[in-house]
């Protein structure tokens, strides 16, 4: 049974981390992938690895399209295919690379590693929130920790209470003003809705707010298979309909690089600040945290670990049997 679901979108890269002519080299799902733009404006994406003596094309030559392996010279095109053999004489039908479906969405490249006649691009998870809200920069980076525990700890926004308190902590009101609800929708998405209800506004809207002024809030969060999820963060004032801030929604969409590691695509409002604030929360209070629980785990299966199951895991459970049941089916 292989590690991952294949019959699913993953996204690679955000488009703009591509190199204008030139390629992206990219590690996901343990195999290392170039991606690059083609003159049409269609995606490409090819293993890099060449099928002679293995080595990553990634240190060859690129030009128009074409990738020539820096070893001995065989050519290869976006669709893997070796379209030049220096050596003359016709080559086996071996003598090519993986390629994948991928396609843009929502600025994000998103490939199908599965069978490639079943990659229908009506079954990415949408995002056009990305696009339709007010500007934002988009951002990557590794976190060392595998992406089923991420998706976990997104699908379960109680934790900042404790964790984040600083910077996206309900004051306790999750608790003392919160209803959980839980369920699936028609897309296939898992959701995890905490909604306080005349709560006492977080720290950073108090002034806001006034004394003793109370808050409805929102903290939604939905998932989708593997692991592309979406945050959306909703205030008003209790009593009135109008949001006391834009409501907000972005993107956590988790792809594997390896087992123990996971490209985390997210957004941020501009500017240096707002970066450094996202960073920070990621780097400084969530990685740490699951970096530990992975040490403390100690490479065993989660289930294995027998975890204790609070009610506020409910949606993470779900999403964690709804990725094994994906898994499971693909074998039989
Ligand atoms: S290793 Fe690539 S052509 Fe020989
Ligand atoms: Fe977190």
Redesign the pocket.
């Known amino acids: 049974m292989s590690a991952y679901v294949l019959n699913l979108w993953y996204m690679a890269a955000w488009t703009q981390e591509v190199p204008e002519g030139g390629f992206l080299v990219r590690r996901l799902l343990d195999r290392q992938w170039l991606l690059w733009r083609e003159e049409s404006g269609d995606w490409a994406m090819i293993e890099d690895r060449c099928p002679h003596r293995f080595v990553p094309l990634s240190r060859g030559k690129f030009a128009d399209g074409r990738i020539a392996c820096g070893y001995h010279g065989l050519t290869f095109d976006g669709t893997g295919s070796c379209v030049h053999n220096p050596f003359g004489g016709d080559l086996p039908p071996s003598a090519r690379v993986a390629s994948l479906p991928v396609v843009e969405a929502h600025g994000g490249l998103w490939f199908w590693p599965g069978e490639a006649d079943k990659a229908n691009p009506a079954l990415i998870p949408d995002f056009s929130f990305i696009d339709a809200g007010a500007p934002i920069e988009r951002a990557a980076y590794v976190m060392g920790v595998n992406y089923e525990l991420i998706a976990d ?2 699908l379960d926004l109680s ?2 209470e404790f ?2 308190v600083e910077s996206f902590g309900t004051n306790g009101s999750l608790f003392s003003h919160g209803a959980q609800t839980v369920e699936q929708d028609a897309s296939g998405a898992v959701w995890n809705k905490w909604d306080m209800t005349g709560a006492p506004p977080p720290g950073w809207a108090e002034a806001m707010v006034g004394p003793g002024g109370t808050v409805d809030q929102q903290l939604h969060i939905r998932w989708h298979a593997p692991a592309s999820l979406a945050l959306f963060i909703a205030m008003r004032r209790s009593g009135e309909a109008a949001p006391m801030v834009p409501p907000m929604a972005n993107p956590h969409i988790l792809t594997p690089e390896t087992q123990r590691s996971t490209h985390y695509f997210f957004t941020h409002a501009p500017g240096a600040e707002e970066a450094a604030q996202a960073r920070r ?1 990621f780097l400084e ?2 990685e740490p945290m699951l970096a530990a629980q992975a040490e403390a785990m100690g490479g065993a299966d989660f289930w294995d670990c027998k975890p204790l199951i609070l009610a506020s895991d409910k949606a993470a459970v779900l999403a964690r049997r709804k990725l094994m049941q994906l898994r499971k089916a693909e074998v039989e």
């Open positions: 700890n997104l934790h900042a964790l984040h929360v209070e969530d």
